[in-house]
């Protein structure tokens, strides 16, 4: 079996080099100079920061104990009871991380507040799409947690219950989750963009005692209002012992739901749960497209020490950093953004469109803010690029050291706008993970240049590898994307998973005991990470494989592209049909001189294998709720299942536009009597 292509070759030269003083003073330099004096890390290479990291991070994924003792020293990790070891299976799955340790995670988010002279400090800046941040001290945070917290113990709440929010990118959800790891029970939450399905469809499976909920929300300028979503959540969560009303746009709270201010008024310190390091933190989920989401456990331990190593470490944020991820609670980023506190980072929430009230929005917070790290979409970035806009020009970026970007790989010309329009000293970063680990894989790290289209490293304590279809380790080559040994967030379960099966066929089927996350990587000879997309919707022409995000890259170039969807279709007579989808700029036109363009861009940049068979305009690229392109769930409509068997419709941001998929296919199917119901 042959691969996608290679990643194209670099320029000769990186786009940026941290300075001398800015390498020498990031946290991850100070960790591996201790490290190496107190748990045997190889000392740090001089004058060569390549050679340094690789030596580092080869010794954190050869001696995982040494490495993750050292990640909890360093970051004084409060255990209330020692752990035995740190590492006693190490099995995957099943590996067993610091038994007989117990601890608290919200007590780690919340204790710079302890310190008198932070007290007073910003945890949490909320934005709104006024653009005006309003601050939430250490001290105020970890009263209002208290208080929660106190009132969750008082309605039954108890270590293990399950606590679920309809939120939007609040304070108020920052509370409601800390609380409830305070108390020892375990969070979860959506989104109020999700309709009450696709919420249903999710918190349904672990059954929650409480729902924290919003009367609605605003986006794009314009009110939301959820009501009506809130009386069907109470109404399909039998489980429910109380509705906690938090009313954002000041309605009266619903009969039976308690008002949020009365549960958090209360002067009282916040008294934690020490639970057992493998003890749930919170469920999040797949994107459900094709069946219900997945519910992935993931514990306080476990979560505690990633987040402290990838925001302290990795992310290079510390007291008096500031942290902006575009997010909502629907999305892991929320999740990582409130670990920003574990490292005594001051969290930015902004709750709102990413574009209101225009496509600069995001730039603005993040003057505004003056954060340090900005964290955003690749899709987003590549949108201010046609947009034209400006943000060194336009605004003070002089505080935001680094740009981070996720969701999907960030294709060169997003790293050379970012250089050019943003800052030429601008730290960017690509990173990639997902929501089964809530973290990276590979991305981040402050010593590292910066190479085109190219995430920088894997991340410490992360075994990365590219594997061939035996299992062959690959470099400067296409395989699978796995991880050869374990990471402290990998899910402890999923949720209603008797004796783990789903959870093994989701990761460890094809290669046993190694981790197999379904993205297609290149690791490169330097020590670098190109991401090609997702390998379970890889198009396969005449046996050779490509990666649908090396098309994606060379078609956006294109200003009258919005955005596009490649689809490989086996048919039933033994042929394959490659179309390619787009959704056009305002103005724009698909016809024969465009689509000449696309297929000549295509070609230059890849290959004459690439270029599609069919270019054809479509309203809009479904995405899942969390802004994935909907790829396997379109193939399989293309090759005739039912819309029901294809996709979740409650997974999807627009379902309308599977009707014109669904359309295509039986129009296809009248015109060749094929048969594609398969």
């Not at 293990?160 to 509370?175: C, F, H, M, Q």
């Amino acid at each position: 079996m042959t691969v996608p292509t290679s990643a194209p070759p670099s320029a000769p030269e990186p786009l940026w080099r941290p300075s001398a003083q800015r390498a020498s003073a990031a946290r991850l330099t100070r960790f591996h100079a201790w490290a190496a004096e107190r748990h045997g890390a190889p000392a740090p290479v001089e004058g060569d920061a390549a050679a340094s990291y690789a030596a580092l991070h080869g010794w954190s994924v050869r001696d995982l104990e040494a490495f993750w003792r050292a990640v909890a020293e360093w970051f004084d990790v409060r255990f209330a009871t020692p752990y035995g070891a740190v590492l006693g299976a190490r099995t995957m799955p099943g590996a067993e991380w610091f038994p007989g340790a117990t601890l608290n995670y919200a007590e780690h988010a919340l204790r710079t507040g302890e310190d008198p002279a932070r007290a007073d400090e910003p945890a949490l800046l909320a934005v709104d799409e006024r653009h005006e941040p309003e601050p939430i001290s250490w001290a105020e945070l970890r009263r209002r947690v208290g208080s929660l917290a106190a009132a969750l113990r008082e309605l039954g709440v108890r270590p293990g219950d399950r606590v679920s929010g309809y939120l939007p990118n609040i304070p108020e959800a920052v509370v409601a989750l800390l609380a409830t790891a305070a108390v020892g029970a375990v969070w979860t939450s959506c989104a109020p963009d999700f309709g009450a399905r696709s919420v249903l469809d999710r918190v349904h499976q672990v059954e929650p005692v409480v729902l924290f909920a919003v009367d609605g929300y605003r986006y794009g300028g314009k009110v939301h209002e959820r009501a009506a979503t809130v009386a069907e959540l109470r109404e399909g969560l039998p489980t429910l012992r109380a509705t906690v009303h938090i009313p954002l746009l000041g309605s009266a709270a619903p009969e039976g739901a308690l008002e949020w201010a009365a549960l958090t008024g209360s002067d009282v310190e916040p008294e934690f749960e020490r639970v057992p390091f493998d003890h749930p933190l919170w469920v999040l989920y797949s994107s459900g497209t094709t069946g219900l989401p997945k519910a992935l456990v993931q514990s306080q331990g476990g979560i505690l020490l990633e987040h402290l190593k990838q925001i302290g470490l990795h992310c290079d944020l510390g007291p008096g950093d500031r942290l902006f991820w575009y997010t909502s609670t629907g999305w892991m980023m929320w999740n990582f953004l409130v670990s920003a506190l574990l490292t005594g980072t001051t969290a930015v929430l902004y709750d709102g469109s990413p574009g209101h009230p225009d496509t600069g929005a995001q730039w603005r917070v993040a003057e505004r803010t003056r954060a340090t790290l900005f964290g955003t979409s690749a899709a987003y970035v590549m949108a201010c690029a046609k947009a034209d806009v400006h943000p060194r020009r336009d605004l003070d970026l002089s505080a935001t050291r680094c740009v981070a970007t996720t969701g999907s790989p960030l294709p060169p010309d997003g790293f050379r706008w970012l250089h050019d329009e943003v800052g030429d000293d601008l730290w960017i970063a690509s990173v990639s993970g997902g929501t089964d680990v809530c973290s990276c894989f590979a991305g981040a790290v402050p010593t590292l240049p910066v190479w085109t289209g190219e995430l920088q490293a894997p991340g410490l304590g992360t075994d990365l590898r590219a594997f061939g279809p035996d299992g062959t380790p690959l470099v400067d080559e296409v395989g699978e994307l796995v991880v050869t040994a374990p990471m402290p967030s990998m899910p402890i379960s999923f949720w209603n998973d008797p004796g783990g099966r789903r959870y093994h066929d989701s990761y460890f089927d094809m290669f046993p005991g190694v981790w197999r996350h379904g993205d297609w990587t290149t690791l490169t000879s330097r020590g670098t990470v190109v991401i090609h997309g997702r390998s379970d919707s890889t198009l396969n022409r005449q046996g050779v494989r490509m990666g649908s995000a090396d098309i994606y890259e060379a078609v956006e170039r294109l200003p009258e592209i919005r955005e596009s969807l490649v689809i490989g279709v086996e048919e039933p007579d033994g042929g394959y049909w490659m179309p390619l989808f787009v959704t056009l700029a305002d103005g724009a036109a698909l016809d024969d001189e465009l689509r000449a363009r696309i297929r000549a861009a295509i070609r230059s940049a890849l290959s004459p294998r690439h270029v599609p068979d069919e270019i054809i305009e479509i309203p809009g690229v479904p995405h899942t709720l969390t802004g994935k392109r909907l790829e396997v769930p379109v193939k399989r409509l293309l090759q005739g299942a039912a819309l029901t068997s294809a996709v979740n419709p409650g997974s999807v941001d627009d379902p309308r536009l599977l009707g014109f998929f669904e359309k295509l296919a039986a129009e296809r199917a009248t015109v060749s009597g094929g048969d594609y119901s398969r």
